[in-house]
């Protein structure tokens, strides 16, 4: 069973930084794949904020976060990192990383959570005005 733990969450001011992190260690098919964090606030549906393909690299950030957060992984770990800058109150959600159900990928990552299989826990993110 593949598990995905997520941690760094926190409550901060408008404007300040948090540094998420993911264990991804027990997924199997971390090599040159996909994976990537998702956030749900209440009452609204999961979004995507940022992926990345551990093999080439390739990212893909919402436009609500564009310029603020940064998505990075150490492969040698297998851990995925979300550096939030500028933090905003409309950032406040539930924080999870997620992975598909591949062996690998070819091509863009997905960015919408249905191509996700693999779901940790969470992180709550909580900005304050």
């Known amino acids: 069973q593949v598990q995905l733990v997520e941690s760094g969450g926190g409550s901060v001011q408008a404007g300040g930084s948090l540094r998420l992190a993911c264990d991804a260690s027990?997924?199997?098919?971390?090599?040159?794949?996909?994976i990537g964090w998702f956030r749900q606030a209440p009452g609204k549906e999961r979004e995507g904020v940022a992926t990345?393909?551990?093999?080439?690299?390739?990212?893909y950030y919402a436009d609500s976060v564009k310029g603020r957060f940064t998505i990075s992984r150490d492969n040698a770990k297998k851990t995925l990192y979300l550096q939030m800058n500028s933090l905003k109150s409309e950032d406040t959600a539930m924080y999870h990383c997620?992975?598909?159900?591949?062996?690998?990928?070819?091509?863009?990552?997905?960015?919408?959570?249905?191509?996700?299989?693999?779901w940790g826990q969470g992180t709550q993110v909580t900005v304050s005005s």
């Open positions: 997620a992975a598909p159900d591949s062996v690998a990928w070819n091509g863009p990552c997905p960015r919408t959570p249905v191509h996700y299989k693999f």
């Open positions: 027990g997924y199997t098919y971390y090599n040159y794949n996909c």
């Open positions: 990345i393909h551990t093999g080439g690299g390739g990212t």
